[in-house]
């Protein structure tokens, strides 16, 4: 082993080396003018320490700077709006109000002479001045048996002039915040008005703002808040607007209440389509895009249900058309594949209501059925693999609907079979524009084809020729498999052709006549032994493999 002198020697060494090196170095950064390099030291434990400390009075920070703050206000705010609320008997109809006015000036002075010192408090107190503007002047009509102002009409434009300045106000401060709280009061005053074309005007008003300013100042936040509260508002409107105290009850409106809704879903869709791109679809946009289909769709669904049932059918169509649209819009522009899913699969179901509207059962099923294929060679455009899976799911489950609800099985059941397969062939077809990576779904469709067949087959073919039926339909398995090249539709001939046997085997030789026992056994033996001629010709041959492609 080396000595002490040794490593000494070569600890020298090795700090010429270093030094020489540095010397080097610094040469080169004076003659190519180039500031020396700082170093950055690791953080140690005490580091850690440190910024744990540091992190802990950030959040202390936070709690008692903001959201006390916050809290504190809203709680200032709902005290005041609860002083006007009192009935004051004995004083003139106009003091709650104007105490109000009063208070809501003194509240917007606090937060202008905060501005500079606060500038967070006074954002948070020009709010609450604005709502207690707001309810202030509601309070001139409302929630007094002697109100000041006697028509609503005249109330509701004080209210939205307020709106209007409140909303001024809060762009000018280029606050999401205020913005937010502006709308909320201009939605607010919709429902205050009993006309139909007002409320839905001043609606139509706000939603657009919501869009606008949520697309020109990139808030992603006041487009989802905006799209909610319009949702919202309609669906308290067409409750009667219980809110304001009337019975809770569906509101007798013409189609075009309902009709609204789709505009509503293509309005805050154009929302995303304009937004400022920043690479892929991020979680706002596609909760957005969720919200906008279940929140649009499910108003629009209920509001037909409950009041247009004379006009489902075409009224569920027209919602496919808007919604299928809206898809094809999505992927045409940015190929988005979220957004896409949603619309294309809410325009589906919108179809899946007409089709269950306008025919009886169980033909609605069959026609459910061959939606399926359509919904999966438009899945094939859109390049969406959750679309193909989704439809699978529904497919499934509308076959153990129409098991269940159909009371017999017929042979139009067989439909079931054919779209399983054409849907298999399709998913192999334009398997590479899909980018599907496996067989599971091809192979899932096969598998329900495979069980569809020979169960119907049993259910509507007289006995005697269920054995025969089977047959074929192995055979023709067989052949596609020859003219495909394709591996998965021989095995599926030869497990229908080993469920032949087994039926025969086990309950052929009890149920069926002799005569057509004899042919059945007759044939099946034939038509093994062909089979097996046909392997042993192929393997002696050592012809071309099969393969799985299109």
Not at 67 to 89: C, E, N, Q, R, T
Not at 193 to 207: D, H, K
Request: hydrophobic fraction near 55%.
């Amino acid at each position: 082993m080396p000595d002490d002198h040794t490593n000494k020697g070569n600890d020298e060494l090795l700090g010429q080396i270093l030094a020489n090196l540095e010397a080097r170095i610094t040469r080169i950064e004076r003659e190519l003018n180039l500031a020396p390099v700082q170093l950055e030291r690791s953080p140690g434990v005490f580091d850690r320490a440190q910024t744990s400390e540091e992190s802990g009075d950030s959040l202390e920070e936070r709690i008692g700077l903001y959201w006390f703050a916050k809290v504190g206000i809203v709680a200032l705010m709902i005290g005041v709006v609860l002083l006007m609320l009192l009935p004051y008997s004995g004083l003139h109809p106009a003091f709650a109000s104007g105490l109000g006015f009063v208070l809501a000036g003194g509240v917007t002075l606090a937060s202008r002479l905060l501005r500079k010192s606060s500038p967070f408090i006074a954002g948070y107190l020009l709010g609450g001045g604005l709502v207690l503007f707001f309810f202030a002047t509601l309070r001139l009509h409302y929630f007094s048996t002697q109100p000041v102002l006697s028509g609503r009409f005249t109330e509701v434009v004080i209210l939205l002039l307020i709106v209007g300045a409140s909303l001024a106000v809060s762009i000018r401060q280029r606050s999401v915040y205020l913005v937010s709280v502006s709308l909320t009061m201009g939605f607010a005053t919709g429902l205050m008005s009993e006309q139909i074309y007002s409320f839905f005007a001043v609606t139509l008003v706000m939603a657009v703002l919501v869009v606008y300013l949520s697309t020109k100042y990139g808030w992603p936040n006041l487009l989802i808040y905006g799209m909610s509260l319009t949702y919202f508002t309609h669906f308290v409107w067409f409750l009667n607007n219980p809110i304001a105290g009337n019975p809770l009850e569906f509101r007798t409106a013409p189609f075009a209440a309902a009709g609204i809704v789709l505009f509503w879903a293509a309005l805050f869709a154009s929302g995303n389509l304009f937004r400022e791109r920043e690479g892929k679809e991020n979680v706002r946009v596609i909760l957005t895009s969720l919200l906008n289909a279940a929140l649009g769709y499910g108003l629009y669904f209920m509001m037909t249900v409950a009041k247009f049932q004379d006009r489902l059918a075409v009224s569920h169509i027209v919602a496919s058309a808007v919604f299928l649209a809206m898809a094809v819009v999505f992927w045409s522009r940015e190929k988005s594949r979220f957004q896409t899913f949603f619309y294309a699969m809410t325009g589906y179901a919108a179809l899946s209501v007409a089709i269950v509207a306008d025919f009886r059962t169980p033909g609605f099923f069959i026609l459910l059925c061959w939606q399926s294929l359509l919904v999966v060679s438009t899945a094939v455009w859109f390049r969406s693999k959750f679309i193909v899976v989704g439809n699978f799911v529904i497919y499934t489950l509308i076959f153990i609907a129409y098991l269940a609800l159909a009371g017999r099985v017929s042979l139009t059941s067989l439909s079931f079979g054919v779209v399983a397969l054409l849907s298999a062939r399709v998913l192999s077809w334009q398997r590479a524009r899909l980018d599907l990576k496996t067989d599971k779904m091809r192979t899932a469709y096969l598998a329900a084809a495979f069980v569809i067949f020979p169960y119907a087959l049993y259910h509507t073919v007289p006995n005697d020729y269920i054995s025969l039926s089977w047959l074929a339909v192995a055979i023709v398995y067989y052949v596609i498999s020859v003219i495909l090249k394709n591996a998965k539709y021989r095995w599926m001939a030869l497990l229908t052709f080993l469920l032949t046997a087994l039926y025969l085997i086990i309950i052929g030789i009890i149920k069926l006549e002799p005569v057509f026992r004899i042919i059945s056994f007759l044939i099946l033996g034939i038509v093994l032994l062909a089979i097996s001629f046909a392997y042993a010709r192929t393997k002696m041959k050592a012809g071309p493999k099969d393969t799985d492609q299109p």
